[in-house]
């Protein structure tokens, strides 16, 4: 931190992922909070949408006692919320917010935001007047506990992720001006639109207009807000350099700071405890798969595995099947046998009762019935892996030496089948292969590599520009060598990540790419293994929240300097 760096007294950051465990925001939010608690104890107040409501949320722990007086007063502003603690280290302070009171007056606050910002929020359908109801239902909260605890000396920051939640960011701006406000997108809505519709979004970067594809896309509301909050913010930011380029063609407008992702460890075992973690997974892993494909898969299996959000392209999870089946294909080079994981959750109806029933007897006289899948789908037809997986040919016969399963659940301990956490999955993997189209910055491989495993991804995702400029070179160490079809070549064993060229246009290379490093890591001695762990882990290091949290000291200072002249005018 330096010395001439703005700093905050206050913290809110509203995202629809607080207490609520969706996607990829919520691993930058919770593993980023210690490290915020730290410098700004019980000062960092994150608020999210109270969609538990009656039930019990494992995420966080309800506090009475905690602000009780701003609590009632807020009960009069016809606020309903819940103050307590976020349940991850550091325990930071959270505010869940009934956000349903406010769908009444959707049509006077969307108005109003039309004639404050021009938001066109006329073409708004599915989870937008969702995210938007609670956005402003958070700004409304901030508001309320400004007015109520703080004092206008105070210098109080609102970060605002994604464009769930631009709307409250513009509404404080307006009626809370001393308030400074931070945006951040983890990904534009056109670019993550372009890319999952099939078009090109690299080479015609330039080319892309932001309206023009956002009625094209019919995705013109979310856009607007999050282009007019990009625009008007004290501080707009992104999370790498790759979708910084995004922002500057598809809004217009260039990141004030870049926040690149970083991750507490924390949430790793270390030692002793890391290597027992280690062995119960590759043990559920290798159960659940030897009792659906009816195998003897033993510990010298290399497990692989993909996992993330269910895009088939933008996560690369269709280059990722095809590589498989590449290597299926020159299987007779592999030195051991291959299990790959597609962990991607799916439209699912539960775990699979057959397979339960088998696990439980051990019984394993019969195969089953599609044996790589371990829960039931609801629209089988309709899922792109499965139908990849028949194409293909592929069924996990007893000969074959690469073998696939789709896991299509949430990991969260409750599966049914694994009934294990992911974090507590992937501790078990040999290597991750995320071949990513669209990644604004990649938490699944920054992830694996923090839990020592050394995987390989793109250079169109964040992380892996990223990882390129920080491993050290070495290329020459690498194992290299030739077999029919495509070149084997793995420089994991030195690097703990390789980052494979991707374009718009060479998909087929990628899958060769894939096939030839999983090939190569399968050929790895139990030495070389434990170099490539070692350096996946040293890579992860790098990029522990201590060393990034600087940047978010310099979005600080930009917004508080910015909403100190906007007050001075």
């Not at 490290?35 to 009656?54: A, E, K, M, R, Y």
Request: proline share 5%.
């Amino acid at each position: 931190m330096t010395s001439d760096n703005l700093l905050p007294d206050y913290i809110f950051e509203a995202s629809w992922e607080v207490c609520n465990k969706v996607g990829g925001i919520y691993t930058v939010l919770s593993t980023r909070a210690k490290t915020l608690q730290d410098q700004f104890p019980d000062h960092v107040i994150f608020i999210g949408p109270d969609v538990w409501q009656d039930k019990t949320n494992p995420l966080f722990e309800e506090d009475p006692n905690l602000f009780a007086d701003w609590r009632r007063k807020a009960a009069g502003e016809a606020l309903d919320v819940r103050v307590g603690r976020w349940q991850v280290p550091g325990e930071p302070i959270a505010i869940l917010v009934d956000f349903c009171p406010f769908f009444a007056h959707k049509n006077d606050i969307y108005g109003a935001l039309w004639r404050d910002f021009q938001v066109d929020s006329l073409h708004a359908y599915g989870d937008y007047d969702e995210a938007s109801m609670f956005s402003y239902a958070a700004a409304r909260v901030v508001e309320s506990y400004f007015h109520f605890c703080l004092n206008p000396a105070q210098r109080v920051i609102y970060q605002a992720h994604e464009w769930m939640t631009g709307l409250g960011a513009l509404y404080l701006q307006k009626h809370v001006p001393s308030i400074a406000s931070i945006f951040t997108t983890h990904a534009t809505t056109i670019g993550r639109s372009i890319a999952g519709n099939g078009k090109p979004l690299y080479q015609y970067l330039f080319a892309y207009n932001g309206n023009q594809m956002a009625a094209e896309l019919n995705v013109e509301s979310k856009h607007s807000i999050e282009r007019q909050t990009a625009h008007h913010a004290d501080c707009f930011t992104t999370v790498s350099d790759v979708t910084a380029r995004e922002c500057v063609e598809l809004l217009d407008k260039a990141p004030d700071v870049v926040l690149p992702n970083g991750f507490e460890m924390d949430f790793v075992p270390k030692g002793a405890k890391l290597t027992a973690a280690r062995r119960r997974a590759r043990k559920c892993i290798l159960q659940v798969a030897n009792a659906l494909m009816n195998a003897q898969l033993g510990d010298e299996t290399l497990i692989v595995s993909t996992s993330g959000r269910y895009e088939w392209k933008n996560k690369g999870i269709d280059v990722y099947l095809e590589g498989l089946d590449r290597l299926r294909r020159q299987a007779e080079q592999l030195e051991r046998p291959v299990l790959a994981l597609v962990e991607v959750p799916a439209w699912q109806a539960g775990p699979r009762e057959d397979l339960q029933e088998r696990m439980e007897i051990a019984d394993s006289s019969t195969t089953l019935p599609d044996p790589f899948i371990t829960h039931v789908l609801r629209e089988p037809w309709n899922d792109p892996v499965t139908a990849t997986l028949r194409a293909k040919g592929i069924n996990n016969d007893p000969e074959d030496k690469v073998k696939i399963m789709f896991v299509p659940c949430y990991l969260d301990g409750q599966d049914g089948i694994f009934n294990l956490h992911y974090y507590d999955l992937l501790v078990g993997v040999d290597l991750t292969v995320y071949p990513s189209y669209y990644e604004p910055w990649g938490y699944t491989p920054l992830e694996s590599v923090a839990f020592h495993v050394p995987c390989l991804t793109t250079t169109l995702a964040g992380f892996g520009v990223w990882a390129e400029e920080m491993k050290a070179a070495g290329a020459d160490e690498a194992v290299n060598g030739q077999v029919e079809g495509f070149s084997s070549v793995c420089h994991l064993d030195t690097d703990g990540v390789e980052v494979i060229p991707r374009t718009d246009y060479n998909f087929s290379e990628v899958a060769d790419r894939i096939a030839g490093e999983i090939l190569g890591f399968a050929a790895l001695d139990r030495k070389q293994t434990d170099i490539a762990r070692r350096a996946a882990a040293t890579l992860a290091a790098k990029a522990e929240w201590k060393h990034f949290v600087k940047f978010y000291y310099k979005a600080y200072d930009v917004a508080l300097r910015k909403a100190a002249e906007r007050l001075n005018k």
